[in-house]
């Protein structure tokens, strides 16, 4: 199991104003969906994959964005606008293991940037956003 260090020490080169990183141990599927903006691209990084009986990678255990589909490699990211509908799959048996984490999009400008964070600070403070 991965312990609140290592995560920490994993993470800490990519933090952004999202500050949402988590793990994944997923059985399950999620269903087709889309994130609420473009102000950020997601990153999948596989770190535990299913592997089929001849120790290969499992073609039931991927991911599709947009019209493209990807079968997960341990180690190597996926990096996608998750504006795009999207969705995963686990048709094994087996756990699979994912890093989530948040990077601005790159086609938002830092002063962009910025402006949004102060945006969302504003909206938090007058309780628009935030609520439990």
Excluded at 20 to 47: E, K, T, W, Y
Aim: aromatic share 12%; hydrophobic share 40%; net charge neutral.
């Amino acid at each position: 199991m991965f312990g609140a260090v290592v995560c920490c020490k994993v993470v800490n080169p990519f933090r952004s104003h999202y500050y949402f990183v988590f793990f994944v141990f997923h059985l399950l599927d999620a269903q087709p969906h889309c994130g609420p903006m473009n102000l950020r691209l997601r990153i999948h990084l596989p770190l535990l994959v299913p592997r089929n009986s001849e120790g290969n990678l499992n073609a039931s255990c991927g991911i599709r964005v947009g019209g493209q589909v990807r079968e997960w490699e341990e180690g190597k990211a996926i990096v996608l606008d998750d504006a795009y509908e999207h969705e995963v799959w686990n048709k094994t048996s087996g756990e699979r293991v994912i890093l989530l984490f948040d990077i601005w999009h790159p086609d938002v400008h830092p002063d962009e940037r910025v402006r949004i964070v102060e945006m969302f600070r504003y909206a938090k403070d007058q309780g628009w956003i935030g609520k439990k």
